[in-house]
């Protein structure tokens, strides 16, 4: 966290089953009631809040729109489906709504590792040393493409940290060593990372240009495995679209009713695929 990600001052870390564990269970280990959660999402964020039968509230970036009466917020920096960065002013401001208002931040960084067009920062780099209220999650199922061994970690304010583990560690969710071991060889490395944000770069300057020449238009995607984009139709008819060229997208709905002109497109397919479908939509 430090060397990496800029973190400083006092926090903790600590290993989970997959970040998607911390991400079903914060609300509840929190017990927060009323959570705060981006328009366009990855779904667990409306599912964990469901499980622990908390309200939830869809809201965009800006936190002068949000209500102040919660328990929680998620941002997730880069976003899983529009590969949206939160620039240093946007990321200032959460933190000081947060300290302002005495709500946890809990910034899902899972996609922070593969920098696209932006360079996307923690919050506990941003937070420069004051870490009270502040929770980043990272994961090795992105970073290192380790998703079977459920390898993640959360780290941020140490008493929330603490809280977390006393209460997981009930509920069984200890992590195996050999995986935390790992782990830290995988963590201890960094050229396996570049290489592969280089692959999703190339992927996506592939497929960019060949979107924008159809008539799509590709929003935000800075960073992350997503291409987010529209040719302002249904979702589905864009998916039933690419799925007469035998190709697979996601409706933009699957992450919010915002997202219903929108596909989301993976950049994990292999390169030869990804440059097959290139050629497939240009035909
Ligand atoms: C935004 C986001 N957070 C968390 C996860 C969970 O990943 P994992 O549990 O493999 O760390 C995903 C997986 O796709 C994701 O897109």
């Known amino acids: 966290m430090r060397n990496r990600l800029g973190a400083s001052g006092e926090f903790d870390v600590l290993p989970t089953v997959g970040s998607k564990e911390m991400v079903a269970l914060l609300p509840t280990l929190l017990e927060?009631?009323?959570?705060?959660?981006?328009?366009?999402?990855?779904?667990?964020?409306?599912?964990?809040?469901?499980?622990?039968?908390?309200?939830v509230i869809e809201v965009d970036l800006d936190p002068g729109n949000w209500p102040k009466d919660v328990d929680l917020v998620w941002i997730n920096n880069p976003s899983n489906p529009t590969g949206r960065v939160h620039t240093q002013a946007e990321l200032n401001a959460v933190i000081k709504w947060s300290r302002t208002h005495k709500v946890v931040i809990a910034s899902d960084e899972c996609y922070l590792p593969f920098p696209?067009?932006?360079?996307?920062?923690?919050?506990?780099?941003?937070?420069?040393?004051?870490?009270?209220?502040?929770?980043?999650?990272?994961?090795?199922?992105?970073?290192?493409?380790?998703?079977?061994?459920?390898?993640?970690?959360?780290?941020?304010?140490?008493?929330?940290?603490?809280?977390?583990?006393?209460?997981?560690?009930?509920?069984?969710?200890?992590m195996p060593?050999?995986?935390?071991?790992?782990?830290?060889?995988?963590?201890?490395?960094?050229?396996?990372?570049?290489?592969?944000?280089d692959i999703y770069r190339n992927r996506r300057r592939i497929l960019v240009p060949a979107l924008i020449s159809l008539g799509f238009r590709v929003e935000y995607s800075q960073a992350g495995l997503y291409i987010w984009c529209t040719r302002n139709q249904s979702d589905w008819e864009t998916v039933a679209w690419f799925a007469n060229r035998g190709i697979l997208v996601t409706p933009g709905s699957f992450y919010g009713s915002a997202g219903s002109e929108f596909v989301r497109i993976a950049l994990t397919a292999t390169d030869s695929q990804i440059a097959e479908v290139a050629q497939r939509i240009s035909a």
Not at 144 to 172: M, P, W
Not at 177 to 197: F, G, K, N, Y
């Open 116 to 174: 696209d067009s932006d360079e996307s920062e923690s919050i506990l780099k941003r937070a420069a040393g004051e870490n009270v209220g502040f929770l980043a999650l990272h994961s090795l199922s992105k970073r290192s493409n380790l998703a079977g061994y459920r390898a993640a970690f959360v780290a941020g304010d140490t008493q929330l940290v603490k809280r977390l583990l006393e209460i997981r560690k009930h509920l069984g969710m200890m």
């Open 32 to 55: 927060a009631k009323r959570i705060l959660i981006p328009k366009v999402a990855y779904p667990t964020y409306l599912v964990s809040a469901i499980f622990g039968r908390a309200e």
């Open 177 to 197: 060593l050999p995986v935390q071991r790992a782990m830290t060889v995988a963590l201890q490395d960094e050229s396996h990372v570049e290489r592969q944000a």
